[in-house]
């Protein structure tokens, strides 16, 4: 089992580093390993050390994935690249922007920079236009999701990060099913699919009739979250 964070096990938020997961949903990551005899993974665009901040210790008894496939955890050993210096430049010329309106948020990563403008809807064109033309000059990939655009590392996606983790002892040869809510989900499920399994869009763009190589579907992060509660109390068959 693969899941996202941000708008699929846990409600988006206006401010990205405000998000964290409560008491009970660490609790049911820890049950939903037990479930799994470890077959659990998170894999999500934020770095690794935002993960370890938004759910806890639980993270670190986890394979995670961060930074959109670039850098990953296992059993304690972390992989990852250099970060491109470039990136810096790239931090600057969106703060630059995103201090024309009240509200937008600029969100530094480790091997990437997003542009948030959740809300200052107003900002989406200008910042879209910026990052075309930064990710141009500085060969970087675009990742855009909901409400924002993030200029990253190139190398990585989600769906790298499924393939990666299915090779490895004890998730080789089982079914994978790929949570998650955006764009950047869709290689994921893509992956998950390749190899067997379903991917499970989760939120509005499971009812507005978008493309996605998901499978399956859940409305909202707390149907997620519930969902799962009874998959880890046996409710759900495995």
């Not at 049911?28 to 037990?34: C, K, N, S, T, Y």
């Not at 948030?116 to 910026?130: G, M, V």
Request: charged share 25%; hydrophobic share 45%; net charge negative.
């Amino acid at each position: 089992m693969f899941l996202d964070i941000d708008g699929t096990l846990l409600e988006l938020a206006d401010d990205p580093d405000a998000v964290r997961a409560d008491g009970a949903t660490r609790a049911l990551l820890g049950d939903l390993a037990r479930r799994l005899d470890g077959r659990l993974s998170m894999v999500s665009g934020r770095s690794l050390e935002q993960i370890d901040r938004i759910l806890g210790p639980i993270a670190q008894a986890l394979p995670v994935t961060g930074s959109h496939g670039l850098e990953y955890r296992w059993n304690g050993v972390w992989a990852r690249p250099e970060r491109l210096p470039v990136l810096e430049d790239v931090a600057r010329d969106f703060n630059t922007l995103a201090r024309t309106w009240h509200g937008c948020l600029v969100e530094e990563k480790s091997f990437g920079v997003a542009f948030h403008w959740r809300l200052a809807p107003e900002a989406q064109q200008p910042a879209q236009a910026l990052a075309v033309h930064l990710a141009q000059a500085h060969a970087l990939k675009i990742q855009h999701g909901k409400d924002l655009v993030e200029l990253r590392m190139p190398g990585g996606d989600k769906g790298q990060a499924v393939r990666r983790m299915m090779a490895r002892p004890g998730m080789a040869g089982t079914q994978p099913v790929f949570f998650g809510d955006d764009l950047t989900d869709e290689a994921g499920f893509a992956a998950a699919r390749a190899l067997g399994g379903h991917g499970v869009l989760v939120g509005p763009r499971a009812l507005d009739g978008s493309s996605t190589a998901a499978t399956l579907s859940l409305p909202s992060p707390a149907a997620v979250r519930a969902f799962l509660r009874d998959f880890a109390d046996g409710s759900q068959p495995a």
